[in-house]
Structure formats: C-alpha cells, structure tokens
C-alpha cells in the first residue's frame, strides 16, 4: 500500500498549479511502478507549520491502514526541519519514505531558503503575519545581496 503527500507553501503557487503537477508527477510515479495507492495527501502550507491537516490525515492513514510505503517529491515537501525523527518515527511503524526527486542544488542557496524559512515563521509568531511577512521579505533581500556579493556581484549597496 501506498501514500502520496504534496505540499506546496502558499495559496498563490497552488492557483498557479503548482500543487496539481506535483500530486500528478507522485501518482505518474506509483503507476509506473505498479504501487496501489490507498490515499493522496497534500497541503498548502509551510514546511514548518506543525498543524497540517494533510499530514495529520496521513499520518493516521499510515498507522490505521498499514500503508508500507509514503511516496514525496522532495524531503522537504515533508519537513523543512526534523525529516529525520518523520524517517524514523515512519520506519518504526512499517513505512518506507520514497523521494523521488533528490534535490541537486547550491547547499548556499539551500541555507538561505532554511533561513528565510525560519524566519518568517518566528517573525509572523512575533509580529503577525503582515508584520513577519515584511520582516523576511527585507531579510531575504539582505542575504541575497549577500550571496551575490560572494558569487562576484558588484552590488555597492551592501557595502
């Protein structure tokens, strides 16, 4: 049996379709492979938001219904932090992560997007959402300035 969990991060990028191509490309996969799929998860969330609907459904799923194996695009759909304990935890009830698509990416690139992830979410907790949400956006762009000024950028304005 198996699982399939989706998740994208904002409303905007599942009205852009995001989310449909992401369930369609996991379902492609378990047909391909001749798994039995026993329910599609998903949600529009953050990957640090600890209440998801989707994945508290899939979770309940995996232990009510035995499904042997969880079918995720990347780790991250999952968790942005603690994707390891979800491994274990998971394995310790029968389940078997499957990614189907490891990320090859700048590990900078990576650190920043953890980054801007994580403060966002302590921002918005601080500040409310408008006000967290325009704390990040002024700290992503500090960080971008300041790995492009590492890559050879001739930004002046982080001097």
Known sequence: KIAIYARVSTKKQA???NLSRQK????????????????????????????????TKLFNAI??????YLIIEYKDRLARFGYRYLENHLNELGCKI???DEKEGNEEQELVDDLIAITTSFSARIYGKRGG??????IEKTLKRG??????SNDQASS
């Open 15 to 17: 009205d852009a379709g």
């Open 133 to 138: 949400k325009r704390v990040s956006q002024e």
């Open 24 to 55: 369609a490309r996991l379902t492609e996969y378990a047909v391909h492979h001749q798994y039995q799929i026993t329910g599609i998860y998903d949600d529009i969330a953050s990957g640090l938001n600890e209440n998801r609907k989707g994945l």
């Open 147 to 152: 790995v492009n000024n590492e890559n050879g």
């Open 63 to 68: 232990k009510e219904e035995n499904i042997s």
């Open 98 to 100: 499957i990614i189907i």
